[in-house]
T-cell receptor, first 114, second 114 residues
Framework: SAVISQKPSRDICQRGTSLTIQCQVD?????MFWYRQQPGQSLTLIAT?????????ESGFVIDKFPISRPNLTFSTLTVSNMSPEDSSIYLC???????????FGPGTRLTVT | GENVEQHPSTLSVQEGDSAVIKCTYS??????FPWYKQELGKGPQLIID?????GEKKDQRIAVTLNKTAKHFSLHITETQPEDSAVYFC?????????????FGTGTRLTIIP
């Protein structure tokens, strides 16, 4: 399995500001995803990060709020824009070597918005 | 879309006893079913998975069973140990090319009582 790192591991931000979360993988992967896990809850897919093209967003998530970049096969960023306390969550990067393969998760970024 | 239900939400077992967590899914097109273990402050860890062409899979003390007709699958942990204490999530996926979305259950908090 790939080794996945995320930066920052946690942050406390003021409402109205934006935070960019980085996901780095130690090997090239075909698929990269961003999930959100609200406190004490399950995981919800935000979007699939596509290399060289716009991300594919799930219902309820929009590009203006969660812009995503994926410049290559080992790196992606998720920005949480114009934050409100409701955005306080764990944001998780997930990867799969190939379509149809197992998905592995990074350690997460714990975001608190005050 | 796919809906995954998971039971129980909490489970306490004596060390050495077995633990069983059950999930049901709604979309008969789902063909991949992973289980994740999430320890406090960490990202989900893939512990076992099963594909729809298999009825049972075992890895040491962990096993997963799948009943496609009833649309349910279960995680079995035998000879439980304190380090098995964590939150466990089941998930389901319809693996069509370009669609890799995992739909997660609501999680089971497993506590092993020494």
């Amino acid at each position: 399995s790939a080794v996945i790192s995320q930066k920052p591991s946690r942050d406390i931000c003021q409402r109205g500001t934006s935070l960019t979360i980085q996901c780095q993988v130690d090997s090239q992967v075909t698929m990269m995803f961003w999930y959100r896990q609200q406190p004490g809850q399950s995981l919800t897919l935000i979007a699939t990060a596509n290399q060289g093209s716009e991300a594919t967003y799930e219902s309820g998530f929009v590009i203006d709020k969660f812009p995503i970049s994926r410049p290559n096969l080992t790196f992606s960023t998720l920005t949480v824009s114009n934050m409100s306390p409701e955005d306080s969550s764990i944001y998780l990067c997930s990867v799969a070597m190939l379509a149809g393969n197992e998905q592995y998760f990074g350690p997460g970024t714990r975001l608190t918005v005050t | 879309g796919e809906n995954v239900e998971q039971h129980p939400s909490t489970l306490s077992v004596q060390e050495g006893d077995s633990a069983v967590i059950k999930c049901t899914y709604s979309d008969s097109a789902s063909n991949y079913f992973p289980w994740y273990k999430q320890e406090l402050g960490k990202g989900p860890q893939l512990i076992i998975d099963i594909r729809s062409n298999v009825g049972e899979k075992k890895d040491q003390r962990i096993a997963v069973t799948l009943n496609k007709t009833a649309k349910h699958f279960s995680l079995h942990i035998t000879e439980t140990q304190p380090e098995d204490s964590a939150v466990y999530f089941c998930a389901a996926r319809i693996s069509n090319f370009g669609n890799e979305k995992l739909t997660f259950g609501t999680g089971t908090r497993l506590t092993i009582i020494p």
